[in-house]
């Protein structure tokens, strides 16, 4: 089974819908991240969380809300997505203190396309 | 702020052969990691190498090797004996070292690297 799983791996939505995008981790990491993915652009940051009660704002925070549930769930949200919300959008966990510091660990992604 | 400049959107090679990726970085950090990622057409994420801004050995993973010019900023990505399992997208990416949180990952924009026959 994979060790960072998120759900759905792909859905078309329309302008002004609110949609919820999942991640799951099995690894027992305490961070975790949502990216951005353009064509042309690479990754951008949108938010992390180094545990259940640490929120922070990434690079492109903007119209997007996360939820830490629980120390292996984050969730990004989108209020009403907007067209250029249309993008591939990763999950990432990472652990702390072990020799493999700041190695960080990749869903497979979710393509979201908002018409 | 950290970035992260790939100035080269495509690249195309003969199989066996080597190839050299570039990234350049701008940053104020002294301590940080940097990373190159590959980005098969499955659109996964894989971690190739890593490097650790405090070691002047450069980190290699078998065909994998890496320049690190910390002085110049520049971390360049070498493929030894290329396959065509290597044909991806390939990134840099940056990440300052906040002792004892891990921040986000700053990425350049991609290299298109395309093994052919």
């Known amino acids: 089974d994979a060790d960072v799983t998120q759900t759905p791996r792909n859905r078309i939505t329309k302008t002004g819908k609110r949609i919820m995008l999942e991640c799951s981790q099995t690894k027992g990491h305490d961070r975790m991240y949502w990216y951005r993915q353009d064509p042309g652009l690479g990754l951008r940051l949108i938010y992390y969380?180094?545990?259940?009660?640490?929120?922070n704002k990434g690079e492109i925070s903007d119209g997007y809300s996360v939820s830490r549930q629980a120390q292996a769930k984050f969730s990004l949200s989108l209020e009403s997505a907007i067209p250029n919300q249309t993008a591939l959008y990763f999950c990432?966990?990472?652990?702390?203190?072990?020799?493999?510091?700041?190695?960080?660990?990749f869903g497979p992604g979710t393509r979201l396309t908002v018409t | 702020a950290q970035t992260v400049t790939q100035s080269q959107p495509e690249m195309s090679v003969q199989e066996a052969e080597t190839v050299t990726l570039s990234c350049t970085y701008d940053t104020s950090e002294n301590n940080y990691y940097l990373f190159w990622y590959k980005q098969p057409p499955s659109r996964q994420m894989i971690l190739v190498i890593r490097q650790e801004a405090y070691k002047q050995q450069n980190a290699t993973e078998n065909r994998f090797s890496v320049n690190f010019q910390k002085a110049a900023k520049s971390f360049s990505l070498k493929i030894s004996d290329s396959q065509l399992g290597d044909t991806a997208m390939y990134f840099c990416?940056?990440?300052?070292?906040?002792?004892?949180?891990?921040?986000?990952?700053?990425f350049g924009k991609g290299t298109h690297l395309i093994i052919q026959p």
């Open positions: 969380s180094f545990d259940v009660k640490d929120i």
């Open positions: 990432a966990t990472s652990a702390a203190g072990d020799y493999a510091f700041g190695e960080q660990y």
């Open positions: 990416a940056f990440m300052k070292d906040s002792g004892g949180g891990a921040d986000g990952l700053t």
